[in-house]
């Protein structure tokens, strides 16, 4: 038994070490979302990210060599946890689901990540973010088109391929388009916003899918 306790015994120290390591790389970049989402990439610095994180620069530097190493980490983490809450979104439809729970199945679900992780949009979509960041989104982009094309040729199975593909990524632009006013709004107003949201779409894609 006191065999078996010193073989074990030299793999907690870097297992519990590991376990540090991972959460001080977790709150780094929430720290880092925090600060992207409020000033905007060109204007984060490395400083205000250890600032908001509690931690020196060069603690910082340990994990990550430059601003852009973290954006780049920030991006991987969102791409992970949207594209895991993708294939919940965008399963295949339950049966007999409408349009309009359709919109609510996978509308609400987005809403709500972006509104915990603000970033996301400056990362991948703003107005100063790198080009290689929106590189990175952009297999989850045509996955997430795909998805839509399939869930849209099940409601509407007469209606040409590149027709639901098409409409699909026009869908996606207008959901991002109005998404800033979404997150912008006060508490209380947003369901008003999304419920806004929803009726756009619902109208856009009635009209493809049962044309008058």
Known sequence: MTEQVDRAAPTAAPRKRQARGERRMAELLDAAGQVFAESGYSATTTNAIAARAGVSPGSLYQYFPNKDAIADAVAEHYTAELRLLMDQVLAPLPAGVTLTGLLDLVIEPLVEYHLSHPACIVLFIGPDSPQRLAAMHQPLHDAMLERISAMLAVLGPRVPADR?????????????????????????????????????????????????
Request: glycine share 6%.
């Open 164 to 212: 639901l593909h098409r409409s699909a990524e026009v869908a996606v632009h207008m959901f991002k388009g109005v998404l800033p006013l979404v997150l912008a709004a006060a508490p209380e107003d947003r369901p008003r916003y999304v419920a806004e949201l929803k009726l756009s779409l619902a109208g856009y894609f009635g009209l493809l899918l049962d044309p008058a």
